[in-house]
Structures are given as C-alpha cells and as structure tokens.
C-alpha cells in the first residue's frame, strides 16, 4: 500500500513539475511605465499644471479671507453693530466658499481634479493594457503581474520582467 501511496505521489508531483515548467508568468512595473511613457508624462504634467492653477485660486482666496480678518479685527472697535453683523457675515461667506472651492476641486474620488485625471489617464491606460496584452501574446505568457500595484508580488525573477517591452511597444506606437 505504502508503494501503491509513493508511485502516485511521484505521478502527482511529475504532472505538477511538468505542468509548472509549462506555464509562463510575467510582471511589470506599471509605475516604471507611467514614469517614461511619453504620453504619461505629458498627462501629469496637464494634471499637475491643473493641481497648481486651482491651489493658487485657494491661496488667494486665502490671503484676501485673512486680511479681511485683519480689517475687521483693526475696525470692529468703531464699527456700528449693523456693519460689524455685515463684516462678520462677509468673512463666513469668504470661509464658506473656501471650504466649497477645495471640496468642489480636491475632494478625494469626486473632485474635479480627480475627475479630470481619470478622464486624462483613461486613453493611456488603455493603450498601455494593450500594449501589455500584445507583449505577453509574444512571449507566450499567461500571466502577467503588476508588481506595484495592490497585488504584492513577493518575489520575481527579473527574466520575466517584461516592463521595458512594453514601454518600448508603447513608444514605438505598436
């Protein structure tokens, strides 16, 4: 019986060998992709462009919000109540729309600015996915990973990296 137990042991083991030695994995580094595709880079730097145009609209509604404050606090001794209620009313509204101004544009998952990258990224997103899905077809792959991705990859043969080709195929417009 114990031989009967080795013999089939052996079999399993020679199949799954076998069928290991079959299958072909590769990964890529998408952030290594993102860094020098051409495209990509052109696309942050619109993003970022964006990014900096609306935080300098904040920080100047800030500085005019803070020295309405300073007016305020320099003239509230010899204002009538009815112009300090004004005032005061005024420095909330210019606070309000503060608040609504970054909500409206850097909210996280609904802010334009997250919006707008994922309507900038979108077509190179897909061009690198096919771009991946032509490269790992060529080298017979079955798999390919993201190693920087959520799916932690915790070893990897460097042969199979296949990040270069790709970038290449996407430079090369392939």
Same mark, same amino acid.
């Not at 100047?60 to 803070?66: H, N, V």
């Not at 309000?96 to 970054?102: C, G, H, M, N, P």
């Not at 990897?156 to 990296?161: K, P, R, S, Y």
């Given at each position: 019986m114990k031989k009967y137990l080795l013999?089939?042991? !052996?079999?399993l083991f020679s199949i799954s060998a076998f069928a290991q030695s079959a299958l072909k994995i590769g990964y890529v580094d998408s952030e290594t992709i !993102?860094?020098?595709?051409?495209?990509s880079i052109k696309a942050q730097g =619109?993003?970022?462009a964006l990014t900096n145009k609306w935080s300098a609209q904040v920080d100047?509604?800030?500085?005019?919000? $803070?020295q309405a404050i300073a007016d305020y606090q320099k003239q509230?001794?010899?204002m009538p109540d009815d112009k300090k209620l004004e005032a005061q009313q005024r420095i909330v509204g210019m606070e $309000? $729309?503060? !608040? =609504?101004?970054?909500r409206q544009k850097f909210q996280q998952g609904t802010g334009e600015i997250f919006r707008e990258q994922e309507r900038i990224f979108a077509p190179i997103k897909t061009k690198i996915y096919d771009a991946i899905e032509k490269v790992a077809k060529e080298e017979n792959m079955q798999f390919v990973f993201d190693?920087?991705?959520d799916i932690l990859l915790l070893y &990897?043969? &460097?042969?199979?990296?296949i990040t270069f080709k790709v970038l290449d195929k996407l430079k090369r417009g392939n």
């Open positions: 013999i089939i042991s !052996l079999i !993102l860094t020098q595709f051409p495209e =619109d993003l970022d100047s509604m800030t500085l005019s919000y $803070q509230q001794v010899t $309000q $729309q503060i !608040l =609504d101004f970054r190693k920087s991705g &990897a043969d &460097a042969g199979f990296d």
